[in-house]
């Protein structure tokens, strides 16, 4: 009987699975893309169908199998990865003690059932209510149903008294975000109460469409209160880490290769329910470079649907700088009346169609939307216009459509290209143009130990063996000293297993697996490599690397050698000195005949 992994491992396809998350394009017999893990511009992620791994040879080097991939991804420990691809293959797994899950599991878990309490009350007489509301602001019931939107009543502890007498405790539903601790005096701290109430509840998926946060409406008569809450910062939720609607948005992102980024729930939903799917919103906070970097992953175009501030240090102002600095395409839907996407939509949903259609570029949004404020006729407007637009100017990277803006604002100000670009290079770029230190610290980190020039030889060699398994013959009992203990010990199985006859290349990585150690799917990863590898002639390859580390070695002697000599020499031991010169020179030879 197949255990749990192996099962779904046998059901689910990493193919699939991968390209759920990021686009996959063919490449012979294995499928790649732009690595999801750092910021690339060639593709180095690759994934394997015949061993069902993956792995970067980009400078991240991160590699495993599915679960490894759903972990990263996901930012999940292994046993959510397990359960998110158990659910996926429709693979049961084995129901535990409620205290042997873990505090994850039972949060998601809270919030799974606090969704469905929060629906099952939409049908309350108050509820009802609601729903006309939601109804009469275009909503119509499939999405009310797709979004699974619904309404917490307006009790203290009604959701909380119903968790409890599902097992869970009022610590767990404080943790997940649902409660609150009352800190009122004279009353036992441990007393909490619901932290949403009488409120038109909007559940937060993941990209795995588990509910892991709430978004609540005011609903009613209660202008003193806040129009929205948000779940807390807790386990599960960090609202800087996500997209509201991704799960549900991110396979149309790639299809029509943009991604529309809006303010609000109804925003993102009304939009979605009239055809643009690709739509999501950044979740009640300004962009994040984290939210950035998930978006990454399918697409590299922005069309940005809110008030967009042209001056000062408004946070819109700030996420919209940090995605021009990270590389996206940016345009700017512009809306009639300053009004958002659900009202054009309801109001006219043509308007809103032409509207996305016409989106300007970031450049060409800030050129018309500071001239239209300033007047470019006077000492003070011209100022105030070239403070805005210089430093948009000088985010372009491309020099000749720079120049274009440049001439553009030169004409436009009755000023010469001259002075425009004497004041470009005075022009510092604001620090949200800057890509921040942790991400250039974490796009760094996996260079800070490269493998060395030897190690990356070695692994050639091995990788082009594996996938041709009769070149073993090139690797002579001279050459093993020239490698390291872990691809010495590698060779030497798969020479001696080839030599009885064993030519099935999965039976072998089972077999060196078995009787060495190395590290889970490293043999996997190494054959993956050898086909990612692009060699006409693997034979010339292989000896050139031999020749390579062969060199190596001597010009290692040849170091301590040189030393030795200085030695010699200050200790005057010239007969030492003689014979190490004809060491140095008969060594120096043969790196010259290789």
């Known amino acids: 009987m197949l255990s749990p992994i192996e099962e779904i491992k046998t059901r689910l396809d990493i193919v699939k699975i991968i390209g759920s998350y990021i686009k996959l394009q063919k490449a012979g017999v294995n499928y790649r893309a732009l690595c999801p893990f750092h910021n690339e511009k060639t593709p180095s992620f690759f994934v394997s169908p015949a061993r069902q791994i993956w792995h970067c040879f980009g400078s991240c080097d991160e590699g495993g199998d599915i679960f490894k991939f759903i972990m990263k991804i996901e930012g999940v420990e292994f046993g959510d990865a397990l359960r998110i691809l158990a659910d996926r293959a429709g693979v049961r797994l084995q129901k535990q003690d409620p205290k042997l899950r873990t505090e994850r599991?039972?949060?998601?878990?809270?919030?799974?059932?606090a969704s469905s309490f929060f629906e099952k009350q939409a049908q309350s007489?108050?509820?009802?209510?609601?729903?006309?509301?939601?109804?009469?602001?275009g909503i119509n019931e499939d999405s009310i149903k797709k979004w699974r939107i619904g309404y917490a009543p307006d009790t203290w502890q009604g959701l909380s008294d119903f968790l409890v007498g599902k097992g869970y405790k009022r610590e767990e539903i404080v943790m997940a975000g649902l409660a609150i601790k009352s800190q009122k005096e004279k009353v036992d701290v441990s007393r909490t109460y619901d932290r949403f109430?009488?409120?038109?509840?909007?559940?937060?998926?993941d990209l795995s469409s588990q509910v892991i946060g709430f978004g609540g409406r005011v609903f009613g008569d209660k202008k003193e209160i806040a129009k929205y809450v948000n779940s807390p910062a807790t386990p599960l939720y960090d609202k800087s880490r996500v997209l509201y609607g991704l799960d549900k948005a991110r396979v149309n992102i790639r299809k029509k290769a943009q991604c529309i980024l809006v303010e609000g729930y109804t925003d993102v939903i009304l939009v979605s329910q009239n055809g643009f799917e690709n739509v999501v919103a950044s979740s009640g906070t300004a962009l994040t470079s984290d939210q950035l970097n998930i978006l990454k992953r399918y697409s590299d175009n922005l069309l940005t649907a809110f008030d967009m501030d042209i001056a000062g240090d408004s946070a819109t102002k700030r996420g919209i700088d940090l995605a021009q600095a990270q590389g996206f395409n940016i345009k700017v839907i512009t809306m009639p009346g300053k009004k958002d996407p659900a009202e054009i939509i309801v109001e006219d949903l043509e308007s809103w169609k032409k509207s996305v259609a016409k989106a300007k570029s970031i450049v060409d949004f800030y050129f018309e939307t500071t001239f239209n404020k300033w007047d470019s006729k006077t000492p003070e407007g011209k100022r105030e216009i070239s403070k805005i637009i210089l430093p948009v100017i000088k985010r372009?990277?491309?020099?000749?459509?720079?120049?274009?803006w440049i001439q553009l604002l030169a004409r436009r100000l009755e000023v010469g290209e001259k002075e425009v670009l004497e004041e470009l290079k005075k022009c510092s770029l604001p620090d949200s143009f800057i890509v921040p230190m942790e991400i250039r610290a974490k796009e760094s980190l996996s260079v800070l130990l490269p493998k060395t020039r030897k190690e990356k030889i070695e692994e050639n060699i091995v990788s082009l063996i594996l996938k041709n398994l009769k070149k073993i013959s090139l690797?002579?009992?001279?050459?093993?000293?020239l490698f390291s203990d872990k691809y010495k010990a590698i060779l030497r199985n798969l020479k001696t297993s080839i030599s009885h006859g064993e030519e099935n290349i999965d039976i072998l990585i089972n077999q060196i697996q078995k009787s060495i150690s190395v590290e889970s799917h490293f043999l996997d990863y190494l054959f993956l490599k050898g086909e990612m590898l692009e060699v006409i002639e693997p034979e010339l390859e292989i000896q050139t690397c031999l020749n390579e580390l062969n060199s190596f070695e001597i010009r290692q002697k040849l170091d301590i050698i040189s030393k030795s000599i200085k030695k010699a020499e200050t200790e005057k031991n010239l007969g030492k000195v003689d014979?190490?010169?004809?060491?140095?020179?008969?060594?120096?030879?043969?790196i010259g005949n290789i």
């Open 197 to 205: 109430r009488g409120r038109i509840m909007f559940p937060i998926f």
């Open 475 to 481: 690797i002579n009992e001279e050459n093993f000293p």
């Open 105 to 113: 599991q039972r949060l998601y878990e809270i919030c799974e059932l």
């Open 579 to 590: 014979s190490l010169m004809k060491e140095f020179n008969d060594l120096s030879q043969r």
């Open 125 to 137: 007489i108050t509820g009802q209510k609601a729903k006309e509301y939601l109804l009469s602001r």
């Open 396 to 404: 372009v990277s491309n020099k000749i459509e720079q120049f274009h």
